[in-house]
C-alpha cells in the first residue's frame, strides 16, 4: 500500500503543461504518423528517415533520465522499507501476543489475522494505482486524438513528387 501511494505521489503532476509541440514531435506521434501511413511510407522507401526522427525523438525527450530514475527508484525503494518494516512488526507483535497470552491466541488466529491484512493491504494497493484522475484521462485521450487526427506530413493523395513513367 505505501508503496503504491509513494509511486502514485511520485508521478503525480508530470503530465501537466503544454504538450501541442513537444508531442507533435515526440517519439510516439512520429510512430503513431509512420504506422498509420505505412503504405506511403514503405512504397516511398521512407523507413530509414522515419527510424532517424524516431531516434532523434528519443535521444531529446528527457535530458535528466538519470536523476528523475533515481528519484522513482528511491521512492519504490522507500515503499519496499516501510513495507517490509510493517511486516516485521506485525510478526513481532504477533510473537509477542502468542507468548504472552497463550491460551487467548492461537497460531491459527495469528495467521488468519495476518494474511487478512495483508491481502486487504494488497487489494487496496491494486485499487490505488488503478484509480485515474479523471481530468488527466480526457486531456491524454484529447492529445492521442489530436496526434490521429491531425494533417500528416505524409499524404499518399497528393501528386507532389509522383512521377509518370
Known sequence: LFNSILVLLNTQGEDH???SKDEEDGPGAIAIESLLNIRTVASLSLESNRLDDYEKALTNGNEDIVKSSF??????????FIQMWGCALMFWWGGW?????????TYRDFLISMFSLLFSLS??????????????????????FDLIERESAIDPLSKEGYKEG
Open 97 to 105: 501476543l502468542l507468548s504472552k497470552y497463550p491460551s487467548t491466541f
Open 17 to 19: 503543461g503544454d504538450h
Open 123 to 144: 487489494g487496496l494497493g491494486m485499487a490505488a494505482q488503478g484509480a485515474t484522475n479523471r481530468d488527466k484521462a480526457k486531456e491524454a485521450a484529447d492529445r492521442i
Open 71 to 80: 528519484k522513482k527508484g528511491s521512492l519504490v525503494a522507500i515503499g519496499q
